[in-house]
């Protein structure tokens, strides 16, 4: 098993360009999620699908948009990527349908940086 | 806003020895899960203990958690260098439902001295 593919692993971008961060889950998980990491302040929750079909915003939404394309796939897109939006960037999927009660698996970032 | 905040933020000890990990939240949970993050790497779960468990082990790993006080601990005994890594605790709040994601701490990171 796979578990939790992110394409690309690196990206560089200039300010205002766009671009779109791909993952996909093989462990039939019905919620998928899109964190941020940055020094010194943790994982924080972009966006989140509970299930197919349906999207919310996390914690720090703005600059972004999300697809749940179906229920393998889901993918951030950033419009007009800023130097702010430079961060490593984690999708990460879990069965729960219930918040909390059951492990999330992460797939290992793609690393962005915006000039 | 940060839910879980892991103390210390650093620690180094020798091969061998017991590290422990400590993790505060604020807000009532109904679980709290550890992640381990090798560098470069995705983070892992390690361990989920939920609000009516006082204690769960996992191989080298004993979590507890005290809901009167907020808080949890991560202990590793016997530390490997393979044990090398930060480590997060995640919580969850109480709301009655809703998949809206786990809320991460800054993590500590762990060095073992070989």
């Known amino acids: 098993n796979a578990g939790v593919t992110q394409t690309p692993k690196f990206q560089v971008l200039k300010t205002g360009q766009s671009m779109t961060l791909q993952c996909a889950q093989d462990?039939?998980?019905?919620?998928m999620y899109w964190y941020r990491q940055d020094p010194g302040m943790g994982l924080r929750l972009i966006y989140y699908?509970?299930?197919?079909?349906?999207?919310d915003k996390g914690e720090v939404p703005n600059g972004y948009n999300v697809s749940r394309l179906n229920k393998r796939e889901f993918s951030l897109r950033l419009e007009s990527a800023a130097p702010s939006q430079t961060s490593v960037y984690f999708c990460?999927?879990?069965?729960?349908?219930?918040?909390?009660?059951?492990?999330?698996?992460f797939g290992n970032g793609t690393r962005l940086t915006v000039t | 806003s940060q839910q879980g905040e892991e103390d210390p933020q650093a620690l180094s000890i020798q091969e061998g020895e017991n590290a422990t990990m400590n993790c505060s939240y604020k807000?009532?949970?109904?679980?709290l899960q550890w992640y381990r993050q090798n560098s470069g790497r995705g983070l892992v779960h390690l361990i989920l203990?939920?609000?009516?468990?006082r204690e769960k082990h996992s191989g080298r790993l004993r979590v507890t958690l005290d809901t009167s006080k907020k808080s949890s601990s991560l202990l590793i005994t016997a530390s490997r260098a393979a044990d090398t890594a930060s480590y997060f605790c995640?919580?969850?709040?109480?709301?009655?439902?809703?998949?809206?994601?786990?809320?991460f701490g800054k993590g500590t990171h762990l060095i073992i001295q070989p």
């Open positions: 699908s509970a299930s197919e079909g349906t999207t």
């Open positions: 995640a919580t969850d709040s109480y709301s009655g439902g809703g998949a809206d994601g786990l809320t």
């Open positions: 203990i939920r609000s009516n468990e």
């Open positions: 990460a999927s879990s069965e729960a349908l219930i918040r909390g009660n059951s492990p999330l698996h």
């Open positions: 807000t009532s949970i109904n679980n």
């Open positions: 462990m039939n998980h019905n919620s």
